[in-house]
């Protein structure tokens, strides 16, 4: 017997059917292995037609070929050696549809299947040859790269309780549905890269069953160097380049399951902040798939870069593991007696949900703490003032002195009260005597803090802690008041008492509508502190404020009730920055890219890229215009060799991801030095 292109006949195999003999593949599929080929639902439908006498007549050729007639008429073919998916029905439903289900069924009931006892074999009998057949040149070779680069995985065998073997690869799940035939492994990897997986998870067999021959669940690494950097990150960057490629927007509503493996992979090998960048992906995913306000195709983009900087630079740079890692940090260490005090909020929303990120000076380590809390609420900040957190309201922590003995910190410095623990935390209210803060934490001298802001690592691959540009400052004198109409965004400049300055930004958000009242308000009166987040921008020090220290009185904008009416004195209009529009046309192009996809990208990206290289090149950005050139050629490239063989080459699509990438990182640093 003879196979169709890409497809492997079990004829051969032991076990496999004979013509006219019975079909063991079709005999060995339990209702969940027809499930995972189809749905459970048809499953369900496919049963309780049998049991109400409303199943197909089946018979079996001599080739092996098994037929169904249905009651309404239908007819269903199931050919030897080629799976479900070969199957025919002259229903119009596409893929495996209830009749094929109902045809199984019937077949199983009328051969009298036992399928009481689970037998005992491996994945690691397929050879090469085989799975060479079954994916084909292009695949084959794809699959041969990411063995030599090495990779993990988790093997199952079969027992009682789970009959199929499996395997969980970094980016998917493969199952083996039916002994002794490849054309029934089933993946949950996206498309394109199905096959290569079944190749990998039966390389996974033949390790496991060499190192760990009778344990039910092994867990191995397959080719490469074997160690967690190499195999954990390389698995990363591997997802980073099919998202590229295949395009966020083209991501199906299985890939979530896909990022929850890759991060729970970055978990178990205790990378931390890859494996957080990963979990951001994953959100961004969700909010895309629900059409959430939140979610942002620059931070897509964002993250992608930040997946493979980090990479790149554990790979290069002796020394940094630990920093661009995040290796040495625990995912969450329980803080025995700390003392806390509040410094603001920050209020954001998204179409069902609104979140109050509580800031928290931790005297003992000199950190910001971050507090997070969301409710499935439409209401304004001022109205979750009153909302409790661990036993206080929102307002009592985000301004108060707190003292706990049942919290907990995350790796990236998030704090997580226990409710059940009454009485072991305690909240005052504050004077505002923030003179006692850390002096880490308290800034007297801005033109410091913005040197140290300037000196910092790329954000690319700095420690993923939430709030670390979080201060309190000292305010010698506020210098100005200003809003910007255009961008309904309040500007003060402030100055410390050795005459340093800064701009206090906040724009308007419907959700906090009094919080630039309040801001005003606060400014004018002559605060002696204010806490917000630092950043450079246009060469300036920049804080978004989350509270001000009016003589006693801490003030919090964001929880500030009023409607914004206001009015509000009216700051001279600032003008566009040539270098920061030409950063942002080229970060725009890669954010589209990167959303639409590679291979999907149309042919006017090139003229797009190219503009935009000239407009970096004319502010005296020359290698960021010419990384942005250097992608359009190969992303011209790549549409050439489409056009010659229909697809993209795989020789070419990786040099467009990897040119990508370096824009990306390039832009994004060359911003942020900004």
Not at 12 to 34: C, I, S, V, Y
Not at 49 to 66: H, K, M, R
Not at 160 to 186: I, K
Request: charged content about 20%; aromatic content about 4%.
């Amino acid at each position: 017997m003879t196979s169709s292109p890409g497809q492997i006949s079990s004829a051969t195999r032991p076990g496999a059917a004979q013509p006219g003999a019975a079909r063991p593949d079709l005999l060995a599929l339990t209702e969940d292995a027809l499930a995972a080929l189809a749905n459970r639902g048809l499953v369900k439908r496919a049963v309780k037609e049998l049991e109400a006498g409303q199943g197909p007549s089946v018979s079996i050729a001599a080739d092996g070929t098994v037929s169904g007639v249905h009651p309404d008429g239908t007819t269903s073919r199931l050919p030897v050696g080629a799976g479900l998916a070969a199957a025919m029905c002259s229903c119009p439903a596409t893929g495996v549809c209830r009749h094929l289900v109902a045809t199984v069924l019937a077949y199983q009931r009328q051969a009298g299947t036992d399928q009481s006892t689970v037998e005992v074999w491996s994945p690691a009998e397929f050879t090469d040859a085989e799975l060479s057949a079954l994916l084909g040149a292009r695949l084959w070779a794809a699959a041969g790269r990411t063995r030599r680069a090495g990779y993990p995985a988790v093997v199952h065998r079969a027992t009682p309780q789970r009959p199929e073997p499996s395997v969980e690869l970094p980016t998917c799940t493969v199952r083996f549905l039916v002994p002794h035939d490849l054309s029934y492994a089933r993946t949950d990897a996206a498309a394109g890269s199905a096959q290569e997986a079944i190749a990998l998870a039966v390389w996974a067999f033949r390790v496991a069953d060499e190192l760990f021959p009778h344990a039910a669940d092994a867990e191995v690494s397959v080719g490469g160097e074997g160690t967690a950097v190499t195999d954990g990150l390389k698995a990363a960057v591997a997802l980073v380049a099919e998202v590229l490629s295949e395009g966020f927007v083209h991501l199906g509503p299985t890939y979530a399951d896909t990022l929850a493996r890759v991060a729970r992979d970055l978990d178990h090998r205790g990378l931390r902040w890859p494996q957080l960048a990963v979990l951001d992906l994953a959100e961004q995913l969700s909010a895309y798939q629900r059409r959430a306000a939140h979610h942002r195709p620059e931070r897509v983009a964002d993250l992608l870069a930040e997946i493979v900087a980090r990479y790149r630079c554990a790979t290069t740079t002796p020394g940094v593991l630990a920093r661009v890692l995040g290796t040495d940090e625990p995912a969450e260490t329980p803080l025995r007696r700390v003392r806390l005090t509040g410094l603001g909020c920050r209020v954001t929303r998204t179409e069902d949900e609104r979140r109050v990120d509580i800031y928290l000076a931790a005297h003992d380590t000199g950190q910001v703490l971050v507090l997070r809390r969301g409710w499935p609420v439409a209401v304004t900040g001022a109205q979750l003032a009153s909302r409790r957190v661990g036993g206080a309201t929102v307002q009592a922590l985000a301004r108060g002195n707190i003292v706990t003995e049942s919290a907990r910190r995350s790796a990236n410095r998030m704090l997580r009260l226990a409710a059940d623990t009454v009485g072991r935390t305690s909240v005052t209210p504050s004077d505002g005597d923030w003179d006692s803060l850390p002096p880490g934490l308290l800034v007297r001298d801005l033109a410091a803090a913005a040197r140290e802001l300037a000196e910092a690592p790329p954000r690319l691959v700095r420690p993923r802690v939430e709030a670390e540009s979080v201060r309190a400052v000292v305010v010698d004198h506020v210098k100005s008041i200003g809003y910007q109409p255009g961008d309904q965004r309040l500007d003060a400049v402030i100055t410390d008492p050795s005459g340093g300055q800064a701009v206090v930004s906040l724009r308007h958000d419907p959700v906090t509508p009094g919080a630039l009242d309040a801001l005003a308000e606060a400014l004018a009166a002559g605060p002696r502190f204010l806490s917000g987040a630092l950043r450079r921008d246009r060469g300036r020090l920049v804080i978004e404020p989350f509270a001000l220290v009016v003589g006693t009185e801490v003030r919090v904008p964001a929880l500030a009730p009023g409607d914004g009416s206001t009015p509000l004195p009216v700051a001279e209009t600032v003008g566009t920055d040539p270098l920061a529009a030409a950063l942002d046309e080229g970060l725009t192009v890669l954010t589209e890219l990167a959303h639409r996809g590679l291979r999907h990208a149309p042919e006017s990206i090139n003229e797009r890229l190219r503009r935009a290289a000239d407009g970096l090149g004319r502010v005296g950005l020359a290698r960021c215009a010419g990384a942005l050139r250097d992608l359009a050629t190969a992303l011209a490239t790549q549409r050439a060799g489409s056009a010659a063989t229909g697809s993209a080459p795989d020789n070419e699509l990786p040099n467009a991801v990897d040119a990508w990438i370096d824009a990306r990182i390039r832009l994004a640093v060359t911003r942020d030095l900004r």
